[in-house]
């Protein structure tokens, strides 16, 4: 396997990489409906892709007000540190944007992978796309 490695994207030039890795886990995996799965921030959110060489395996985005979403990363590639390298790269770059604070809204079932990225749940559990989740903060003086 070659060495992974994870850039800020341009959501016009890399939108065919992003949304083939997010239809793939998100779509076609989680059966969340297209609709869902894109919106309206993602014109304005901060991309990221991560890759194995040139291929893009896995994607994740960062709004404005430091809420990071759309963290997926291609099946073959799970289990590998992707989804860390993915989300570490995210929490940097907000912390460079000065955002105080970083959100998501987490699979219940990702709770300790977020946990042990500096998360913690500050929320019940709720279905979103009938998906049990729980929101997750992450305070940028925890280092991931």
Known sequence: MNK?????????????????????????????PPELEFDSEDQDALHFLAL????????ARLLSDGTIGRI????????????DALVNAVIVEAQN????????SAQVHATPFYERLGF??????FLEAGIPHVDMVRDSREIA
Request: aromatic share 6%; proline share 2%.
């Open 4 to 32: 992974i490695r994870v850039r800020l994207a341009d959501w016009q030039k890399d939108n065919a990489d992003i949304r083939r890795i997010r239809e793939a886990v998100f779509v076609a995996e989680q059966h969340i």
């Open 52 to 59: 194995e060489g040139d291929y893009p395996i896995g994607t």
């Open 72 to 83: 997926s990363v291609l099946k073959d590639w799970r289990g590998l540190k992707v989804g």
């Open 97 to 104: 944007r000065d955002l105080k604070q970083q959100m998501l």
């Open 120 to 125: 913690r749940v500050v929320s019940e559990e």
